[in-house]
């Protein structure tokens, strides 16, 4: 049931303001909006109030109807990376759902950009069928193009980073929007100012990527390199192979998959120095998996601890458990609640903590009062 339209909740002065902005483009404020339906975990409480922002304009308006009311603020987007807890969130939930591609040729490379609202994995879909080399690694992936800069999403050899000309942004604290450049994103391995040095200041409208007409695909990832191999990579196998690598590991999201009702990589990949990892094998006395991350350190697959530290693939605590298809996932295995996710990513940090020394940090966002 729509609450109220923004106008009508405001001040006078404010009315005045409203009544100057065309009556179809307010904003609809809904109260009491179920949000587990709006995760791929799908679990969690209500928002207490949820507006859809199909504009600039919406999310703008939507920003100073939680600054008049003082209500806390929080900006989702497809809802892949987010665990909401069981009492919900009790403020205002901007949806930001505003859609548009643009293309634009400049010299030797095509710059598109996304809305923030547009689905990733149909942009993906639509680059690769236009022969843009850049992202298709990335095929698969759930979510929004907005949430791809905030937590620099990357799968199978690519990053958004790599791409990424600039994102433009609405500043939350004084309601201006801006272009931030790649450089300014502040880019790393899962990171970037938008989940890290500025965290819930800026809130990402449209992101603009420089992809290669026609351009090789990129393939350097371990499972890729193997398919390939005596075979003709195009763009579009890239594509095929990456969803059927995914979709083999329920990293696709499936309504007939259970193993795909997850927020997909529950923990980042630990980074290590090289004195820690040898440690860690003269202590396990085994060869641990790794890969060279920057600055001599290595990146230890989060899976292999958490298999290894005795979470099987299948293993379930209450309606919470683990991916019968990739031990990095945490899943909704029916009716789960988000304090059973948090009880079994609490059990799993602890155990990988005592058994390796190595601490897991997750890769979701916790919205609302979850105990961590
Ligand atoms: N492994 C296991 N058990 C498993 C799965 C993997 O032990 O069930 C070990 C193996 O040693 C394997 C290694 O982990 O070689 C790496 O596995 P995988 O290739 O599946 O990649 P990942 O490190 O687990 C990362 C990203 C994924 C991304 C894949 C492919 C993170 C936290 N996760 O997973 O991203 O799709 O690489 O590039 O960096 C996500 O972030 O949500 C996500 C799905």
Redesign the pocket.
Known sequence: MPLALFGLAAERSKVDRFTLLDPDNLITIRENVPLAPLTTLGVGGPARFFVKAETGEHVFQALEYAAENALELFVLGGG??ILVSDQGFDGLVIQVAIKGISLESEGKRQVVTAKAGEDWDPFVEFCVSKGLAGIE?MSG?PGFVGGTPV?N?????QEVSETIISVKCLDRTNRETLELTNEQCGFA??TSIFNSSHRDRYIVLSVTFSLIPAGPPKIE???LMEYFSGREATLAATRETVLK??AA?S?VILPADPNSRS???????PVISLKRLSELEDRLDVKV?H?NASDGMV?V????????AGFY?GFSLGNAGI?T?????IINRGEASAAEIVDLKNLIQETVRNEFGVDLMP?PIFVGNNQQ
Do not use: T
């Open positions: 892949s990376n690694c992936i937590q999403v990357g799968a199978y050899g391995y899962r990832y371990k499972d690598i995914r590991k990293m927020a997909g990589s529950f923990f980042k990949n998996p890969f990146k697959p989060a899976a292999w601890l958490i298999e290894r693939k991916s298809n990739h031990s990095l996932a890769e």
